[in-house]
């Protein structure tokens, strides 16, 4: 993105929304495609693991939908594993925070996937390489069940005793490496997906363009709410959770957005995946209260909540309509409607 004077503008307000120095606001904005773009090389990640951990890989293969980053990591004499070649904006700490995180799951015996490896974490070419071990899965039966495994899956994790090897805040999606950690994080990550694109908006968007700012200035991040370890994005498989072939549990994978923060947070994300449906939201419902019962304050303000990570998607869906023309209708993500429907059903549910 070049600095012309159309754009110098939307930087000064950029600064003035989150408190940054106009060069610190400028780098937010311009240097948003290079962080959170990444597509590593399978080749020269195989030899980088061969070479690292002494094993025979033999092939890398692209598994996730959203990652390109992610990789099943095939072995001639052993079983596979997981690498994420993470963007080489995200600094080594972060990953190592990653590993820390999965030791403390495998300590309480959480159904997580597990470090391949002591040494999890390498360096390449200037990006952090974490190894996993591959977890053999079947798909989840329907959607409804499914919900209900994820509701437990969370419900078990919020219930966990932290302790001092857990300390760093999460939530956020982190899909930026500027703007991991917190829930914050992801509606500053938003306010950036928004002002990266403010000098190109049509007049016709314009109205909409506000809107969606407007939303993520004013959204409840969850602040003094009761706080535990977070996933961060417990929604979606095959990304986020599997269902095992061993023993058909949940396991729940790709902990770079856990750390600790609001469980609001991480309950509102997978509610807002329910779709209106009256079975699904009991069913997340009743698994997460097999473990914790939300307070009369999380209640109150779970409809707010619900517009966190949606709102980091609408932004990001709005940029790419502007940049590269992909005609996405951004708003339906953030529906006032169906948030205030879908907060009402999860308290029926919980008087029942």
């Not at 002494?54 to 092939?59: M, N, T, Y």
């Not at 005793?161 to 805040?169: A, G, Y």
């Not at 419902?285 to 619900?306: A, C, F, P, S």
Request: glycine letters at 8%.
């Amino acid at each position: 993105m070049t600095m012309h004077r159309r754009f110098r503008n939307p930087v000064r307000r950029h600064a003035s929304a989150t408190g940054q120095r106009y060069t610190e606001a400028l780098t937010d904005l311009a240097g948003l495609e290079g962080r959170v773009i990444h597509e590593p090389d399978a080749e020269s990640l195989l030899v980088h693991l061969r070479d690292r951990y002494r094993i025979d890989a033999i092939a890398a293969t692209r598994i996730s939908v959203h990652k390109t980053y992610v990789f099943r990591i095939d072995q001639a004499d052993g079983d596979p594993w997981i690498a994420r070649a993470f963007p080489s904006a995200r600094p080594r700490s972060g990953v190592d925070g990653d590993a820390a995180i999965l030791r403390f799951l495998e300590r309480h015996d959480f159904p997580a996937e597990r470090l391949a490896v002591d040494d999890a974490v390498s360096d390449l070419a200037g990006s952090s390489v974490l190894v996993t071990r591959f977890v053999p899965s079947k798909p989840f039966p329907d959607v409804t069940a499914k919900l209900g495994m994820m509701g437990d899956l969370l419900g078990r994790l919020h219930a966990l005793p932290l302790d001092e090897t857990v300390t760093r805040p999460g939530g956020a999606s982190g899909e930026d490496p500027n703007h991991e950690g917190s829930p914050r994080q992801d509606l500053m990550a938003a306010l950036a997906f928004l002002d990266a694109v403010d000098h190109a908006v049509p007049p016709g968007e314009r109205a909409r363009f506000e809107s969606l700012r407007e939303l993520v200035l004013t959204a409840d991040n969850g602040n003094g709410l009761p706080e535990a370890l977070l996933h961060g994005n417990l929604l979606h498989n095959p990304d986020h959770a599997l269902l095992t072939l061993t023993n058909g549990d949940a396991v729940g994978i790709n902990w770079k957005s856990a750390g600790r923060g609001p469980r609001l947070t991480d309950v509102a994300w997978l509610l807002w995946g329910t779709w209106r449906n009256p079975a699904a939201i009991e069913a997340v419902v009743d698994g997460y209260r097999r473990h914790i019962d939300l307070t009369d304050d999380e209640l109150d303000r779970l409809e707010g909540m619900m517009y966190l990570r949606p709102l980091f998607l609408a932004c990001y869906g709005f940029r790419r309509a502007i940049s590269e023309g992909t005609g996405e209708d951004a708003m339906t993500l953030v529906d006032p409607a169906y948030l205030r429907d879908t907060a009402e059903a999860v308290r029926v549910a919980l008087r029942r």
